[in-house]
């Protein structure tokens, strides 16, 4: 009877054991379940409390769920991390190929200007040259109108002097006018050549160049120019004026149309020369060109006139623009 209450005792014994071993295994999973528990991350406060309490499978599959979550949530910072390196990287490119871009526009842009710098250059230098060769032109353009107004230094030119109908020599005119208004008259002798210009009309006298042999009488028979106008023989007002080239007549045009419009205060022309007057107290200023006047008066003015002036013929005049000279 003794071995079998020994069984027995023996039994309760062992499961005793077991059971202590089985609670010390749930002592020892829950301590883990905690501490795995206290290791994951981003996990709410309820939810971590709550975990513990569950039964197991609810347990298991919540864990499962956090398991996903954390590996759902490892694998979206890679891919973030992956694509944000791809993005800094394809940054980096395109800042390098923009760079290199711009390196070049710029370097374009610096040839342009050092090519624009050149042709400037180019152009002020052909500007300077231009304006050496157009004083060399003009210096010499006056030299030579200088030496063709020596040549009409004993010449005349008469206005409104009427042509005869009679046959009356244009000679004999002149000398008949002479005896008008001249103390000392001139004989035919005296006078070496008349030429009217242009073709005859009916509407007025032609111009006339009378060329006498020396510049003495010339000058005698020209100073006393303003009783010409008023001869009371001759049936229409004649004027005696210098005898100009072609450019000292444009020159002289300008001047009187100037004169006309109150920019100058006089203009007339001696021993071939163009002179004004600026105001009236003003000395005489000989003009030699053009570019004497444009100091006195704008480029418009100018330019307007001789606009008109090419409308006209060179050797046309009439007592309103070469004739009534205003003496001062």
């Not at 450019?247 to 205060?265: D, E, P, S």
Request: charged share 35%; net charge neutral; with cysteine.
């Amino acid at each position: 009877m003794a071995k079998p209450m020994q069984t027995s005792k023996n039994e309760m014994n062992s499961n005793e054991n077991q059971a202590k071993k089985a609670k010390q295994s749930e002592t020892t999973t829950e301590d883990s379940t905690r501490e795995y528990i206290e290791g994951i991350d981003d996990l709410d406060d309820d939810v971590r409390a709550e975990l513990p309490n569950q039964d197991h499978c609810t347990w298991f599959l919540n864990i499962i769920q956090i398991h996903a979550k954390k590996i759902a949530k490892q694998l979206l910072d890679e891919q973030k991390t992956q694509l944000f390196a791809r993005m800094k990287d394809e940054l980096v490119a395109i800042k390098t190929a923009s760079k290199a871009e711009t390196d070049e526009l710029r370097r374009k842009i610096e040839e342009l200007q050092r090519s624009d710098e050149r042709k400037k250059n180019l152009i002020e230098q052909l500007q300077h040259e231009l304006r050496i060769q157009g004083e060399t032109i003009q210096e010499t353009f006056v030299k030579v109108d200088n030496v063709e107004q020596m040549h009409y230094e004993n010449d005349v030119q008469l206005v409104g002097l009427p042509e005869s109908l009679d046959g009356t020599s244009d000679i004999k005119q002149v000398v008949e006018l002479s005896r008008e208004i001249m103390e000392q008259h001139i004989e035919e002798d005296d006078v070496k050549e008349v030429i009217r210009l242009g073709k005859r009309t009916r509407q007025k006298p032609r111009d006339v160049i009378v060329k006498f042999r020396s510049r003495k009488i010339r000058e005698a028979f020209y100073s006393n120019r303003k009783k010409a106008a008023c001869s009371e023989n001759i049936r229409e007002n004649t004027y005696i004026n210098d005898r100009l080239t072609r450019y000292r007549k444009t020159l002289f045009y300008t001047a009187r149309q100037l004169f006309k419009n109150k920019n100058v205060a006089a203009a007339w022309t001696q021993y071939g020369n163009v002179l004004i007057r600026e105001t009236t107290n003003s000395p005489p200023r000989q003009i030699f060109s053009h570019k004497d006047l444009q100091i006195i008066c704008n480029q418009d003015r100018i330019d307007s006139v001789l606009k008109v002036r090419k409308s006209c013929s060179a050797n046309s005049s009439n007592a309103s623009d070469t004739g009534d000279y205003n003496f001062s």
